[in-house]
């Protein structure tokens, strides 16, 4: 299940996640960038929990809930975090930015209401180049804030 | 008099944002062709080799297997790396050495590209790599630029006696050095050297290539300056015209100065030349690190002579730089870095020399600063030391002797009309406090954690007027709707380029910000530019796009006046709408204008565009004061930052938001650079040991200390709206600052890139 749709896909067993996501589904919002899970910027949510697709073989996960980036907006309304990261100017070059929202929904789902130090802790595993953290630590506040006031993660 | 304007100076979002977040964008590993195969790199596992057989036969016969290519199959044509090489005068400057070609039949690093694999999947290319039987005859390596010069030294290329690259004099050589030193009161010397930063975008390299019946070849891959490596691609890799290669840039993650290199495109392209199919060159994130692009090491020394009451009477500087393999980049660099470290100070007495030397070391070239952080790191602890000398606080000593407006910039001097450096240190220094916690030189601290306070300063250029070719085009043309198309190629690498552009266009003809539609990233269909380096794509192609946007403007006024039955002197333009100036309500929306003009269905049909132009003669520095207040624990010799301000000579931030990011960001590569960021080369066997982000480290999420960004607003005249760059800039001063508080914390100096707990142990081992 990928984004809330049953696939049936026929790969073979050396076959990773990420691969299976880019090449086999066109899922190409999740990024290659290590292959040594060193990055985060293939981090995908499997059962809801923060994966490493770059170092997942495909066949481990595959009668599991995955949630790519391109599953998390509503239709044609995006989801709070994606509004975040835009209104709050956290976006620049963009390669880390599906994974980082993937895990900012991970640790809002576990912690609904983070302090800026837990917000940097749970983005530790996320690495990103441009930015300097700052913007994606405010947008990721803001939408817990919107989040706390009625709004959903 | 208070101008209010209707899109510059607002936070409005980048237009490239939504794509991003919802992962729609198309990054080079993203774009996929019918047929298309997949292209790997074969690598020398030797630093310096001989290759005296390639066998291929094996390789071949592995199924799925299209081709595999070696020296012997690549024009003999050479080239440089550096795209950038283009853009400069042929009279003023040799350019960067032709060294190399799209394959080796010598390897000068561990590393160095062999022959490469075009397959039908990474699967098989990975597997065809490993069946190409190459011998190799080793040959004696050099690691070390000083060890590199000496007689007998192995040559790593032919024809450069003493592994001499290039040699630069002072440009700013003035007066008379050696007097002047004697002359002066104190004299001041401090050497060192930076670490090799690598620029480690998120997006790894990548190229695809197609040739079509005619001849002609499409590139797609990240790359800042398209247009130049369209003609480098063109007349150096493959020596046909320039119409015949179009050149593609998707989304780019990252760039931070490698993108002004070739990376896998020219072998990329004779992959797909001689398969007759769409290739697609990757590569792993281990051939990204141990590869062809870092920051230069420069190992440098700077002498200052001072006058007792706080004046410079004379700077020298000299600098080795340690280009590796290839120039590439280094040459330039170097010369950047001469410029804008001394083109901060007065100083009636300049002189000082650079050599670049080739080395068996992975090939460097320009990063973030290009230079100028190379630079800051040792002149801005000098300067400190000066001021130590002659018992002047950093700030006062800095405020002294800095330049002013009407005073030689940085680059080929032309007279600074803009110039808040002053206003900067101040507001940086009141805000952090300088007063009250610099505590005056030679201050004994007590304590396991001792605090300590220091400052830098930098200037940068906003492009490189007066220097390099330094001319840019835009297009706006109007749609029916009213909504227009703006045309430029500057590269949107994450800066926020194309919302800046976007914010310009409006402003400038009087349309909706959100009625802007940008067009970039495609050579055939964007007009010259140099493309996105030197912090200078607001300054320069900002300032072409409001020359188109005022044309569009007054055209739109024009066809507005005969509707209105005004004289078009009489109309105002703002947010899409036309106005009788005094009386608003009297007007209409620029839909009807345009819509109008192209459905005129009688002799005055038009479609409203224009081409706008600017051809920059200033760089318009921008300037920066940067402060850091740190703790060092001083047992364990790490170094915390507790603050980091910094005040920016913006000009006018198009967009104050992305200018920000620009500067957080810019504090967040200076602080690995300061603290962590090391490309640790093997001295023995030229084997490049941090080839990970677990083993070369960038600063997390973890890592960042409070940072506040002043942006310090005074109009620059030549800038659009006033303008300057930011791009660079925020990485410059980090390192140095933090350096000069580490001195004020515990009295000892470090001289190398990044100042590891290790360094500052054993610095505080040997001060007692």
Not at chain 1, 95 to 120: D, H, W, Y
Not at chain 2, 184 to 212: C, I, M, P, T
Not at chain 2, 269 to 276: D, E, I, R
Not at chain 2, 313 to 340: C, E, F, P, R, W
Request: aromatic share 6%; with cysteine; net charge neutral.
């Amino acid at each position: 299940m990928v984004n809330g749709k049953l696939y049936e896909i026929i790969i073979e067993p050396r076959m990773l996640l990420v691969d299976v996501l880019r090449e086999r589904m066109g899922l190409t919002g999740t990024k290659y960038a290590c292959g040594t899970g060193d990055c985060g910027a293939c981090t995908v949510l499997v059962d809801g929990k923060p994966i490493l697709s770059c170092l997942t073989l495909a066949v481990t996960v595959r009668d599991k809930n995955i949630l790519t980036i391109e599953g998390i907006a509503d239709g044609n309304t995006l989801h709070p975090l994606q509004q975040a990261f835009i209104d709050n100017g956290a976006v620049q070059c963009g390669f880390c930015i599906p994974g980082m929202v993937l895990s900012a929904k991970a640790l809002l789902e576990e912690n609904p209401l983070p302090t800026r130090n837990e917000i940097q802790a749970g983005l530790a595993g996320n690495l990103c180049r441009c930015t300097g953290y700052v913007k994606v630590i405010d947008a990721v506040q803001a939408a817990a804030e919107t989040a706390g006031k009625g709004g959903k993660i | 008099m208070v101008q209010k304007f209707s899109s510059v100076g607002k936070r409005l979002p980048r237009p490239d944002a939504a794509s991003k977040v919802m992962g729609a964008a198309q990054y080079g590993a993203d774009v996929s062709l019918p047929g298309m195969l997949i292209g790997r790199i074969l690598r020398s596992p030797y630093p310096h080799a001989k290759i005296v057989k390639i066998d291929t036969s094996k390789a071949k016969k592995l199924a799925g297997v299209e081709a595999i290519i070696t020296f012997e199959d690549v024009p003999k044509l050479p080239f440089t790396r550096s795209v950038m090489a283009e853009g400069f005068p042929a009279v003023a400057y040799e350019g960067e050495n032709l060294d190399q070609y799209i394959l080796s039949d010598k390897a000068r690093y561990m590393g160095d590209w062999i022959a490469a694999v075009a397959a039908v999947d990474n699967y098989v290319a990975e597997e065809a790599l490993d069946l190409i039987e190459v011998e190799y005859q080793p040959l004696p390596a050099v690691f070390d630029p000083e060890e590199a010069m000496k007689p007998g030294a192995p040559l790593v290329h032919e024809g450069y006696e003493n592994n001499i690259a290039g040699k630069i004099e002072h440009p700013f050589s003035c007066g008379d050095v050696e007097k002047a030193f004697k002359e002066s009161d104190y004299v001041v010397e401090f050497s060192g050297q930076n670490s090799r930063q690598k620029q480690a975008h998120l997006e790894l390299d990548v190229a695809v290539a197609q040739w079509d019946t005619q001849g002609r070849v499409t590139i797609w891959s990240p790359c800042q300056n398209p247009h130049l490596a369209k003609k480098a691609l063109a007349r150096r890799v493959f020596d046909i015209g320039e119409g015949a290669v179009r050149w593609i840039t998707p989304t780019v993650g990252g760039g931070f100065g490698a993108r002004m290199s070739f990376g896998v495109e020219p072998v990329c392209a004779m992959l797909a030349k001689v398969t007759g199919k769409p290739v697609k060159v990757v590569v792993t994130r281990e051939e990204d690190f141990a590869g062809w692009n870092s920051r230069t090491e420069q190992r440098q020394t700077i002498k200052i002579g001072v006058k007792k009451e706080g004046t410079i009477h004379a700077i020298k500087q000299k600098i080795l730089s340690d280009s590796g393999a290839y120039l590439s980049h280094s040459g330039s660099i170097t010369a950047v870095n001469m410029q804008s470290a001394l083109g901060l100070f007065r100083s009636p007495n300049i002189s000082g020399e650079a050599k670049i030397v080739y080395t068996n070391n992975p090939t460097s070239s320009g990063m973030r600063g290009y230079g100028n952080p190379e630079g800051a790191f040792i002149l801005q602890q000098a300067i400190d030391m000066a001021a130590e000398k002659v018992g002047m606080d950093p700030v006062a000593f800095r405020l002294k002797n800095i330049k002013g407006v009407g005073e030689p910039s940085m680059w080929i001097p032309v007279a600074l009309d803009s110039c808040n450096l002053e206003q900067c240190i101040k507001l940086a220094a009141e805000k952090i406090g300088w007063k009250k916690k610099w505590g005056g030189w030679g201050k004994k601290k007590e304590g396991r954690m001792r605090s300590g306070i220091g400052m830098s300063i930098m200037t940068h250029a906003s492009g490189a007027g007066g220097f390099l070719l330094e001319h840019s085009h835009a297009i706006i043309k109007l749609n029916e709707d009213g909504t227009a198309h703006l045309t430029v190629s500057p590269c949107e690498m994450g800066q926020g380029i194309l919302g800046a552009l976007s914010q310009i266009a409006a402003e400038a003809t009087g349309l909706r910000y959100e009625d802007i539609h940008v067009i970039t990233g495609d050579t055939d269909i964007t007009l010259f530019d140099i493309g996105s380096h030197a912090s200078r794509s607001t300054y320069v192609i900002g300032n072409a796009v409001v020359n188109a946007g005022q044309k569009v403007r007054q055209m739109i006024l024009e066809r507005a006046a005969k509707k209105l039955k005004v004289f078009a002197d009489k109309l105002d333009m703002r947010e899409g709408r036309v106005y009788v100036q005094g009386a608003p309500e009297k007007g209409l929306g620029v839909a009807e204008i345009s819509h109008d003009a192209i459905y005129d269905y009688g002799t005055t049909g038009q479609h409203i565009m224009a081409v706008g132009s600017f051809q920059s003669v200033s760089h318009c520095p921008n300037f920066q004061a940067g402060f850091a207040e740190i703790e060092v624990d001083t047992e364990t010799g790490i170094i915390k930052v507790i603050k980091y301000i910094l005040a920016h000579d913006i000009g006018r931030a198009i967009n104050p938001q992305n200018v920000e990011g620009q500067l957080q960001g810019g504090t967040a590569q200076g602080l690995g650079y300061a603290l962590y960021e090391d490309l640790v080369i093997d001295k023995i066997t030229g084997n490049t040991l941090s080839d990970s982000f677990a083993t070369y480290k960038i600063p997390s999420s973890l890592d960042i200390p409070e940072i506040e960004v002043i942006l310090v607003e005074e109009p620059a005249s030549s800038g659009p709206f006033g303008a300057k760059g930011v791009g660079e800039p925020g990485m410059v001063n980090v390192a140095p600052s933090i350096a000069n508080a580490l001195y004020d914390a515990i009295g000892v100096r470090i001289n190398s890139l990044p100042i590891t707990p290790e360094k500052v142990l054993s610095a505080l081992k040997s001060k007692k």
